[in-house]
């Protein structure tokens, strides 16, 4: 089935440096969502890109779809120490797969102030 | 706001029992979903249920089983628990099946 690789497993930055978080199929991605979960939370929905070379931006986070569909990325500019949690893409399935989502293994970021 | 309540935060129970997880949602959501996640693997997609009495094998359905009766209310059962069942499950719900999924805080549940 669809399988979606995300880099790197895990990432320490100093407060204030940026952070990137890769996600990346062999396949073509349909849909994808990003969700960031809290130390001892749960995952929270963050965006959704759709259309291929898609670009949004909620305030220092940037999320880019590639243009073949194919992968898509997380930047966050200037951490701070509440960014810290595990950030996760999925590919939500077309057709009839009710909002099926496959998710990555998860980029986990610790931010060191 | 939407509220995914599961019914309980831990739970221990023995090889062999049969196990039953709960999840409620609050918002009239069309389908709701069963994740376990363990670490380095991300959230894993056991079933999910597209409408009352629906349901659907995920990813890794095996030794589990799910009932949707009503709308509101999805529950994921473990016919006969084993110690590789040791794992924080996650319920979720989405309204519709190009929306968000809204999850609920988790259940981390221990096979002894």
């Known amino acids: 089935g669809q399988q979606v690789m995300q880099i790197p497993q895990y990432q320490h930055v100093q407060e204030g440096e940026d952070f990137t978080t890769y996600c990346n199929s062999s396949?073509?991605?349909?849909?994808i969502q990003w969700y960031k979960q809290r130390p001892g939370g749960h995952p929270v929905f963050l965006i959704q890109?759709?259309?291929?070379?898609e670009v949004k931006k909620q305030k220092r986070l940037t999320f880019q779809f590639g243009e073949a569909k194919k992968n898509s990325s997380l930047h966050i500019t200037a951490t701070q120490t509440t960014d810290v949690g595990t950030y996760f893409c999925?590919?939500?399935?077309?057709?009839?797969?009710?909002?099926?989502?496959?998710f990555g293994q998860g980029t986990i970021l610790t931010v060191h102030p | 706001d939407v509220k995914v309540t599961q019914s309980s935060r831990y739970l221990v129970k023995r090889t062999g029992e049969k196990v039953f997880l709960e999840c409620v949602q609050d918002?009239?959501?069309?389908?709701m979903f069963w994740y376990r996640q363990d670490p380095g693997l991300g959230l894993r997609l056991i079933y999910f249920?597209?409408?009352?009495?629906?349901?659907e094998k995920g990813d890794i359905p095996e030794g589990y089983s799910v009932s949707r009766e009503k709308k509101e209310r999805f529950s994921l059962i473990l016919e006969s628990a084993s110690t590789n069942q040791t794992s924080m499950y996650l319920c979720?719900?989405?309204?519709?099946?190009?929306?968000?999924?809204?999850f609920g805080d988790g259940t981390r549940l221990s096979i002894l």
């Open positions: 249920s597209y409408d009352v009495k629906m349901k």
């Open positions: 979720a719900s989405s309204l519709v099946h190009n929306k968000p999924q809204h």
């Open positions: 890109l759709v259309k291929s070379g």
């Open positions: 918002m009239d959501h069309e389908n």
């Open positions: 396949t073509t991605l349909s849909n």
């Open positions: 999925a590919d939500r399935a077309g057709g009839t797969s009710y909002g099926k989502l496959t």
